[in-house]
């Protein structure tokens, strides 16, 4: 039996959809650096950027459209939100992303 007759092209259409939301939401050097860091533990907004260089509007706005699109979590502690990475996709893509990108000995 061929098993390419077998592919579920609605289940198909539904992961492609999916993925390419993840990869548009990804498709910002301010998120990639966030996720980055956020690979890492959970930071404060002044950690953030600090270690980042990202102003502070920026990265308000961008770790806002990564709360919605449920990439990252928050907690309150006393004045402080820390964020920290919620999505198993997000943190696999970014493993990925920094093992051809980053990584020691990766020539550029």
Known sequence: MDQHRNLDLA????AAAQACGLLKTLANPD???????????EYCVSDLAA???IGQPT??????V??????????R???QI????ASDDAAAVMQVLYARFCAP???R
Do not use: F, I, P
């Open 66 to 75: 990564l709360r919605n699109e449920g990439l990252v979590a928050t907690r």
């Open 31 to 41: 998120r990639l650096l966030l996720l980055c860091q956020l690979t890492q533990g």
């Open 51 to 53: 270690q980042l260089g």
């Open 82 to 85: 820390y964020y920290r990475l």
């Open 11 to 14: 289940a198909m259409q539904a």
């Open 77 to 79: 502690d006393g004045k």
């Open 59 to 64: 990265l308000s706005q961008q770790l806002g």
């Open 105 to 107: 000995g990766r020539e």
